[in-house]
């Protein structure tokens, strides 16, 4: 009787033992399955991806092939990390769907994207736009807004707007980075970048250099006044020299039977030939400056909220 009693107590005591025991346990396997699931959950949740970068050469007109905008974009990054000011090529159809104004239209691009070099945004971008054949650049930060300048900017111009006009494409591109590159390169040696631009106003309010300006009005050069005083009073002494000439009545010798006759003895028969039409042909003219006729030359530039550039049509 003493050894089941003892036997019973025993029991009870390891019961109470081993209860806590339990208890402590059954949170540990109710928590784990909730920790797991959340590690899954978060090693599934998918990274955000970065956005892309914007191109330096942008051409949804599709006026280069791949290998042209390949070539195009390599020159444009090598530059802009040379000279810390980033350089932009965008070609569009129609600018109109952007901005009415194609040099607005070409700032937008730039701050809608948040381009340009550094903490001052450095940087040049050139537009296209195909369907009206308008373009822009636009400069932005100290050496960007420089190279832009009125005087700068015109010298870049001048360097691609011709190749724009002749539809050689690449070949404008590449002109306007190497442009650029010299003007920035000018701007770094600490010389004028406006050096050697003339830069003339006309009454429609564009941009004209001294040698395509079609207002200007030029003074002749001292030599063709110089022959202006010699060869006129030369000139005007031998027409009355000759006046007197034909005058003067001499006698000489008939080489021909016709001269004597006597005058209106005689009647001959002639033979007419009518023109009942013509035909005529015409070439083009091409302008000195090698323009279409009509093209326009001149430019409008701007100046203003961080930016400064030009605009026109090619």
Known sequence: MKKRLFSLLLVLLLLTLCFPAAMAEAPAEETAPVEETAAVVETAAPEESAAPAFPYV????????????EALEQKAAALSEQHQCSLYIVTVNDHTSLNYDVYEATKGIFT?????????KNGVILLLSLNARDYAFAGHGSSGETICSRESSWLIEDMFLDDF??????????????????????LENGEDVNAGADIVTGPDGLDYHDYNNPYETREPSILPRV???????VAVALIVCSVFKAQMKTAREATRADEYLVPHSMRLRTKEDRFTHRTESRTLIETDSGHR?????????????????????F
Request: overall charge negative; glycine content about 22%.
């Open 58 to 69: 942008l051409d949804q007109a599709g006026l280069l092939s791949d290998s042209q905008r």
């Open 293 to 313: 006729a009509g093209g326009g030359g001149g430019s409008s530039f701007h100046s203003g909220g961080g930016f400064s550039g030009r605009s026109g049509k």
């Open 165 to 186: 006009r002749n539809n050689d494409w690449y070949g404008g591109f590449e002109d306007f980075l190497d442009a650029c590159d010299t003007q920035l390169s000018i």
């Open 227 to 233: 022959l202006a005083v010699i060869f006129i009073p």
């Open 112 to 120: 809608h994207y948040d381009l340009g070099w550094g903490a001052e």
